[in-house]
C-alpha cells in the first residue's frame, strides 16, 4: 500500500514569506498530524486533524496553521516565515492512535528559511 | 520540559558490538512506541510496548517495557552498519493521542 506522502521534498523561501506543505495519508486513514523536527528541539507537535477538524494544538504561534480535506489529504500553512521556522517538517497518518497500528510518517519536507 | 528523556544522546560504535539505549520519564505511559529515523527520512515505527514489564524482540532488537510503565530500553544485540540512525522513544499518556517525545539517541555503526 502506498504510504503517507508529502510535498515537496524540498523548499527555500525568504523570511517574511508563507509556505504551504502538502500531505496524503495512507488511504483509509482520517487522522492527520504534523510536527516539526529540528536538532535543538526534537520533534514538537504542530496540530492534529481527524474528519477534516482540528482535534489538537501543540503550542505554536498562530502562523502555523493547517486544515484537512474530505479525502483526508492535509496542508499546513506557514506565514511570514522567520529563520527559525528552517526544520523538517512531517506528517504522520494512523488508522487508529498508538495502539492501533501505530503512527506512519512521511518523509518529510525540508524547509529552509534564507 | 521534556517529559521522556533518552540517553545518551549520542553513540558510536564498532560492527558486532552490543548496545542498550533508553528512554526515561517520572509520568506514567498507556504506550510507549520506539521509531527509528534515517537521514532525510521520516521515523519508522519498530514497536510499541503497552504493559509493564513487556518484552518483545524484532530480530537482534529487544525492546522491554519497565514495570511502573515509566521507561523503556531497546537492546541491539551484534550491531550492523543498517543499524545506523536516530532511535526515538514516542509515549502517549491516559486517553489522549497527544503524543509525548524524546529527543531521540543518534546511533552510528562503524564497519
Known amino acids: 500500500k502506498a504510504g503517507v506522502t508529502q510535498t515537496p521534498r524540498y523548499l527555500i523561501k525568504t523570511r517574511g514569506q508563507q509556505v504551504t506543505l502538502s500531505c496524503s495519508p495512507i488511504?483509509?486513514?482520517?487522522?492527520v498530524s504534523w510536527y516539526q523536527q529540528t536538532p535543538g528541539q526534537g520533534l514538537q507537535f504542530l496540530f492534529e486533524?481527524?474528519?477534516?477538524?482540528?482535534?489538537n494544538k501543540g503550542n505554536f504561534p498562530g502562523r502555523f496553521s493547517g486544515r484537512q480535506f474530505s479525502n483526508s489529504r492535509s496542508e499546513m500553512n506557514v506565514s511570514t516565515l522567520e529563520l527559525g521556522d528552517s526544520a523538517l517538517y512531517l506528517c504522520?497518518?494512523?488508522?487508529?492512535?498508538?495502539?492501533?497500528?501505530?503512527?506512519?510518517f512521511g518523509s518529510g519536507t525540508r524547509l529552509t528559511v534564507v | 520540559t521534556q517529559l521522556l528523556e533518552q540517553s545518551p544522546q549520542f553513540l558510536s560504535i564498532q560492527e558486532g558490538e552490543n548496545l542498550t539505549v533508553y528512554c526515561n520519564s517520572s509520568?506514567?505511559?498507556?504506550?510507549l512506541q520506539w521509531y527509528r529515523q534515517e537521514p532525510g527520512e521520516g521515523p519508522v515505527l519498530l514497536v510499541t510496548?503497552?504493559?509493564?514489564?513487556e518484552v518483545k524482540k524484532l530480530k537482534r532488537l529487544t525492546f522491554q517495557f519497565g514495570d511502573a510503565r515509566k521507561d523503556s530500553s531497546l537492546h541491539i544485540t551484534a550491531a550492523q552498519p543498517g543499524d545506523t540512525g536516530l532511535y526515538l522513544c514516542?509515549?502517549?499518556?491516559?486517553?489522549?493521542?497527544?503524543?509525548?517525545f524524546g529527543k531521540g539517541t543518534k546511533l552510528t555503526v562503524n564497519p
Open positions: 504522520a497518518s494512523t488508522l487508529g492512535g498508538a495502539l492501533y497500528g501505530g503512527y506512519t
Open positions: 488511504s483509509g486513514h482520517r487522522s
Open positions: 486533524y481527524f474528519s477534516e477538524t482540528q482535534r
Open positions: 509520568s506514567v505511559f498507556s504506550s
Open positions: 510496548v503497552v504493559t509493564g514489564g
Open positions: 514516542i509515549g502517549t499518556q491516559g486517553g489522549s493521542e497527544k503524543l509525548v
